[in-house]
């Protein structure tokens, strides 16, 4: 049975509404980023700390201060990491001519040499490979934690007052939308609060795992900038699937340039390791089914967000996501979009 002039229009309307909501978004995201950054970061922080206050809230503790209490130890953690990685940062960056010149050292011993038949070269790298170089490079790798760092206090302001409303905006929509919210909508907001804060939850779970014995195995085999490595290690791991790979580069790097070749490949075979247990195993483990979306979407959301907000974008990059096919799912018109974004084919009821 073919689509009837009627149910064509109506396709088209809905692509059409869609395309200009969409472009709409993308407008305000990037020239509304200093008010929309920090409110999403301060939306997803609240995921973070709500189990622990409903937590403190279940053994008597009233809500509010219990949200003070998890708050008030989020920043004296937030406190306390950047304090350390302040310092962390200021002696590497007093060790790195020394790590530079083993570079050049390095380039130079193997300029010419031929390898399965290939000459070595590295003609035109020697600018490359200068103090000045590498500094800019850390000060680069870096510039978007210290661009969060400084939005903390207006996170910590929008946190206050999601707070607040967390607990009264179900019962507003309620109110306000009866019949809707009883069916349709309460559904929705459900699913993205599970949803959301599930990973959330999950994620910052095991990028602080894998962060922390990437720090440990650092720390024990004496590879500069430990703790450097540890927090980019926690950031990078919210990225899907790349960001994990690019955090292991620089600590690889490092200990091929200051630990004995065998120390150094087993050290970079144990931090594999510890990635592959954290991301494959126990994170799987937490999350139980996956969180449905294709591998391909979520590579690319990944790659636009980066375009949109930088680091930051790519962490924000699969909540938004989960976010987006929730809503597109919950609604008619929608749902064959969010069909499309899934990993597997929605199941087909037998009749």
Same mark, same amino acid.
């Given at each position: 049975?073919?689509?009837?002039?009627?149910?064509?229009?109506?396709?088209?309307?809905t692509?059409?509404?869609?395309?200009?909501?969409?472009?709409?978004?993308?407008?305000?995201?990037?020239?509304?980023r200093?008010?929309?950054?920090?409110?999403?970061?301060?939306?997803?922080?609240?995921?973070?700390?709500?189990?622990?206050?409903?937590w403190?809230?279940?053994?008597?503790?009233?809500?509010?201060?219990?949200y003070?209490?998890?708050v008030?130890?989020l920043?004296?953690?937030?406190?306390?990491?950047?304090?350390w990685l302040?310092?962390?940062?200021?002696? !590497?960056?007093?060790?790195?001519?020394?790590? $530079? /010149?083993?570079?050049?050292?390095?380039?130079?011993?193997?300029?010419?040499?031929?390898?399965?038949?290939?000459?070595?070269?590295?003609?035109?790298?020697?600018?490359?490979?200068?103090?000045?170089?590498?500094?800019?490079l850390?000060?680069?790798?870096?510039?978007?934690?210290?661009s !969060?760092?400084?939005?903390?206090?207006?996170?910590?302001?929008?946190l206050v007052?999601?707070?607040l /409303?967390?607990?009264?905006?179900p019962?507003?929509?309620?109110?306000?939308?009866?019949?809707?919210?009883?069916?349709?909508?309460?559904?929705?907001v459900?699913?993205?609060?599970?949803g959301?804060n599930?990973y959330?939850v999950?994620?910052?779970?095991?990028?602080?795992?894998?962060?922390?014995?990437?720090?440990?195995?650092?720390?024990?085999?004496?590879?500069?900038g430990?703790?450097?490595w540890?927090?980019?290690t926690?950031l990078?791991?919210?990225?899907?699937?790349?960001?994990?790979?690019f955090?292991?580069?620089?600590?690889?790097?490092?200990?091929?340039?200051?630990?004995?070749?065998?120390?150094?490949?087993?050290?970079?075979?144990?931090?594999?390791?510890?990635?592959?247990?954290?991301?494959q195993?126990?994170?799987?483990?937490?999350?139980?089914?996956?969180?449905?979306?294709?591998? $391909? $979407?979520?590579?690319?959301?990944t790659? !636009?967000? !980066?375009?949109?907000?930088?680091i930051?974008g790519?962490?924000?990059?699969?909540?938004?996501?989960?976010?987006?096919?929730?809503?597109?799912?919950?609604?008619?018109e929608?749902r064959?979009?969010?069909?499309?974004?899934?990993?597997?084919?929605?199941?087909v009821?037998?009749?």
């Open positions: 049975m073919g689509i009837t002039t009627s149910e064509f229009d109506h396709r088209v309307r692509a059409s509404h869609c395309a200009i909501l969409l472009t709409l978004g993308i407008l305000a995201l990037l020239h509304l200093a008010v929309i950054e920090p409110f999403i970061i301060a939306v997803f922080i609240f995921f973070l700390l709500a189990p622990g206050a409903h403190l809230n279940g053994r008597g503790v009233p809500l509010f201060p219990a003070a209490a998890v008030g130890a920043a004296a953690l937030i406190g306390g990491a950047g304090w302040y310092q962390d940062v200021s002696t !590497f960056a007093d060790t790195l001519p020394d790590h $530079v /010149e083993k570079v050049q050292d390095l380039m130079a011993q193997y300029e010419g040499r031929e390898i399965f038949g290939i000459t070595l070269t590295f003609v035109g790298l020697e600018s490359a490979v200068t103090d000045v170089a590498a500094e800019s850390l000060l680069s790798i870096f510039g978007e934690v210290g !969060f760092l400084t939005l903390t206090f207006t996170v910590f302001v929008f007052f999601i707070i /409303e967390a607990e009264t905006l019962k507003r929509l309620a109110a306000a939308y009866p019949a809707e919210f009883n069916t349709q909508l309460g559904e929705m459900v699913d993205i609060g599970k959301v599930r959330v999950v994620k910052t779970v095991v990028s602080f795992g894998t962060a922390s014995v990437t720090g440990l195995l650092l720390l024990i085999t004496g590879v500069p430990w703790f450097l540890a927090a980019l926690f990078l791991n919210y990225v899907p699937y790349i960001g994990s790979l955090a292991l580069i620089p600590p690889a790097i490092l200990a091929l340039l200051t630990l004995e070749p065998v120390t150094a490949l087993i050290l970079i075979g144990v931090l594999i390791t510890n990635q592959q247990v954290w991301g195993f126990i994170e799987n483990k937490m999350f139980g089914a996956s969180l449905d979306i294709s591998p $391909v $979407v979520l590579l690319l959301v790659a !636009f967000w !980066f375009w949109l907000w930088g930051m790519m962490v924000l990059a699969v909540p938004m996501a989960v976010i987006a096919k929730i809503v597109l799912g919950n609604i008619p929608t064959p979009i969010s069909i499309l974004l899934s990993e597997r084919p929605p199941a009821e037998e009749e």
